[in-house]
């Protein structure tokens, strides 16, 4: 079997033509396979949505209980056949729920990465290489400038900016799904134990995550309509990047702004937005750990898809690894 005759790719995205069913699809499809519940991957309208329950639970959450006509839940691990296709989900690592997804007929598997990072992560199952010959992955930052630092080190930063500036508010922005989450969880394993405060835009979200089993220790909402700007003195906000340019952020103590994502790495990126604390935690991988995940699978074909395409096929090229971009259109409109 050609491998494009089991995954090819379509103007509605990632298609199976045997299995009759998309990889988060960009339109409205009969059947989507969904790899987690950022809105660039996991629109709502599909007929049918075949997720882990944690994504099909975002979903909810995110579009309503009416985001498909009907839902089929993937044990990661569980071998499923469509239409004699056979299809297993595995940790990606990106966010709660999160998942490649393994396409396999007449001997040849395809895996379709989603997003995924390969960082420690308190808040999901770790990605899980999965042998295969074609691996298809994102490269949001694939280019050798984005090297991320430890994650904890950063949370660190954050923390000791709160002692040294006890009468200012640390406000973080982090987005909704998956990264808030995150750097709250890092919060708490290096032993911050206040309660950290919350925009509005987050709290359904931490509370699913609140029932999937991930503690997030004292949270309390992020709103000042009921006291001055000192009660927030020395406490650290967290809101959605978006909230930053609203009043909303302009209504706390003497700010300083700080912002979690791996594109702080970019500094002019941190100066555009106004950031005087940036925190290079990202929920991708880097430039090293896309080349690494690349060598430990040695698939026979990459297939690059949203991000820096053409350096990551460029680099599988020089070390003997057939590569090509397939220029999707439609993601990263949830970025890191």
Not at 176 to 199: D, F, M, N, S
Not at 212 to 233: C, H, M, N, Q, S
Request: proline share 7%; charged share 25%.
């Amino acid at each position: 079997m050609r491998f494009t005759d089991l995954v090819c790719r379509t103007e509605k995205g990632i298609y199976c033509p045997p299995g009759d069913f998309y990889i988060d699809p960009v339109r409205p499809v009969a059947r989507a396979l969904v790899t987690h519940g950022h809105s660039d991957h996991a629109r709502a309208g599909h007929e049918a949505v075949l997720a882990t329950p944690e994504t099909l639970a975002i979903m909810a959450a995110r579009y309503g209980e009416d985001f498909a006509a009907t839902r089929q839940e993937a044990v990661l691990g569980e071998v499923l056949e469509i239409n004699g296709v056979s299809v297993t989900f595995h940790p990606a690592g990106h966010v709660l729920g999160s998942a490649q997804i393994a396409v396999e007929k007449a001997g040849t598997r395809i895996v379709a990465s989603g997003d995924y990072k390969r960082r420690a992560d308190p808040t999901c199952t770790p990605f899980e290489p999965v042998p295969c010959d074609v691996f298809i992955t994102e490269a949001t930052f694939a280019l050798p400038v984005f090297r991320h630092p430890d994650d904890r080190a950063e949370i660190r930063k954050l923390v000791a900016s709160v002692g040294q500036f006890p009468d200012r508010t640390h406000l973080v922005g982090a987005y909704a799904l998956g990264k808030a989450q995150r750097v709250i969880a890092l919060l708490r394993e290096a032993g911050y134990e206040e309660t950290i405060y919350i925009h509005g835009a987050l709290q359904r979200l931490c509370d699913l995550y609140e029932e999937e089993g991930i503690r997030l220790g004292p949270l309390a909402p992020a709103t000042v309509e009921k006291g001055g700007r000192k009660d927030f003195a020395g406490a650290i906000v967290l809101g959605p990047p978006s909230a930053f340019a609203d009043r909303w952020a302009r209504r706390f103590a003497d700010p300083v702004a700080a912002f979690a994502s791996g594109w702080m790495r970019i500094r002019q990126r941190a100066r555009q937005r106004g950031v005087e604390l940036p925190l290079i935690i990202s929920d991708h991988c880097d430039w090293d750990e896309l080349t690494r995940t690349i060598g430990e699978i040695r698939p026979a074909e990459v297939w690059v898809t949203h991000g820096r395409e053409e350096a990551l096929v460029r680099w599988c090229e020089l070390n003997g690894i057939a590569a090509r971009p397939l220029h999707l259109a439609g993601y990263e409109e949830e970025p890191d």
